[in-house]
């Protein structure tokens, strides 16, 4: 399962759903409109069973992914951004967060939208929201 969400108080959205077969790329799109001139774009992931893992954090233009294949690319207006993964699959089913630097760590922050994945390794699949 995949879900996309967005953490704390700030305004921030992400689509209701996306289409992707296994290891085709994916770009996972986060809208910040009320970002601060000095908030950093952060995304995270959680798994099933496991904690929360960072996966980047990024303040202009574009910053690699080193824990999956993937580049964060972030808007000249710092409004939005997007996590570009290259080829992902099953194993990175997970839960993931788009949030500011302002938001992470805030007692009672939960996802603005979940998204879920449904679908298979080989047969592709597509997110559904909850």
């Given amino acids: 399962m995949v879900v996309l ?3 704390g108080t700030a305004q921030i959205l992400q689509p209701h759903s996306a289409e992707v077969l296994d290891g085709a790329p994916l770009n996972l799109t986060c809208e910040h409109s009320s970002i601060n001139p000095g908030d950093y774009i952060q995304w995270y992931r959680l798994f099933h069973n496991r904690g929360l ?3 980047v954090s990024g303040f202009k ?3 690699p992914v080193s824990t999956l294949e993937g580049t964060l690319h ?3 207006d710092r409004k939005s951004s997007a996590l570009a993964l ?3 699959g099953l ?3 997970a839960v993931y967060y788009c949030a500011l630097s302002d938001t992470v760590g805030q007692a009672g922050a939960a996802p603005h939208k979940n ?3 449904e679908g298979g390794a ?3 699949g597509r997110w559904e929201e909850e």
């Fill in 115 to 117: 998204t879920e994945w």
């Fill in 5 to 7: 969400g967005a953490l």
């Fill in 91 to 93: 194993g990175d089913a």
């Fill in 122 to 124: 080989s047969s592709g």
């Fill in 53 to 55: 893992q960072f996966i």
């Fill in 74 to 76: 972030i808007s000249k």
């Fill in 86 to 88: 290259l080829a992902p």
């Fill in 61 to 63: 233009d574009t910053a």
